[in-house]
């Protein structure tokens, strides 16, 4: 919803470095979340980032940058585990009213 | 703390039936709210309050009415539930606005409405 753009599915191999992409609109947003959903279950928080820049939490990284409109999750030393979707979101001029992407569904295997 | 929880966990309608979904947090978050995820389009926001007493129209409002008669419980109701009403229902929460906070969600409500 609200022009929150993230590619529908992407694969990767254990072990390996992978990079989840989001672009939304420039105008009114603060600040971008990530959150994780393994299927069948709730959303639970990742990330967020409110300035510009490299977010490092773990094996799980976040960018971002304002004026493109463009966000990044990076997720380094990929587990099987990590198989679930990624949820881009934020909130839009108002700070009451959130939004989410689609998802990324990330598959990981062996 | 039992974070958010959510009852039912399924349940089944037929047209026209009317039902609550109901919510409850105690963790003393001042933000609630309630979204829908169907399939290829992610949550989207129904109903959110700002505290006991306040509550506001999200981005598909149709169908469903909210109250918050206290700053722990957010029950959502369907008035006539449609078809177009199936999906799965999460309720979360925040101490403050989710556009500043992480937001805790609950285990969710998978409804069908035949």
């Known amino acids: 919803g609200q022009n929150i753009d993230q590619p529908t599915e992407m694969t990767a191999t254990e072990g390996a470095i992978v990079q989840i992409n989001c672009t939304y609109q420039?105008?009114?947003?603060?600040?971008l979340f990530w959150y994780q959903q393994h299927a069948g279950e709730a959303p639970t928080f990742l990330s967020y980032?409110?300035?510009?820049g490299l977010e490092e939490k773990g094996r799980f990284s976040s960018f971002l940058s304002r004026s493109k409109g463009y966000s990044y999750l990076l997720l380094k030393e990929l587990q099987m585990k990590d198989s679930a979707s990624y949820l881009c979101?934020?909130?839009?001029?108002?700070?009451?009213?959130?939004?989410f992407g689609s998802g990324t569904k990330l598959n990981v295997k062996p | 703390n039992a974070g958010v929880t959510q009852t039912p966990k399924f349940q089944v309608l037929k047209t026209g039936q009317s039902m609550t979904l109901q919510c409850a947090q105690d963790?003393?978050?001042?933000?609630m709210s309630w979204y829908r995820q169907d399939p290829g389009m992610g949550l989207r926001l129904i109903h959110y309050?700002?505290?006991?007493?306040?509550?506001d129209q999200g981005e598909v409002p149709n169908g469903y009415n909210v109250s918050r008669s206290t700053t722990e419980d957010f029950p959502l109701r369907l008035l006539s539930a449609a078809p177009s009403q199936t999906s799965v229902y999460f309720c979360?929460?925040?101490?403050?606005?989710?556009?500043?906070?992480?937001?805790?969600f609950g285990p969710g409500t998978r409804l069908t409405v035949l």
């Open positions: 980032n409110v300035l510009d």
């Open positions: 979101a934020g909130a839009l001029y108002n700070f009451n009213k959130f939004y």
């Open positions: 963790m003393n978050h001042e933000y």
């Open positions: 979360a929460s925040s101490l403050d606005a989710p556009g500043g906070n992480e937001q805790f």
């Open positions: 420039t105008s009114g947003f603060n600040g």
């Open positions: 309050s700002v505290g006991a007493g306040i509550t």
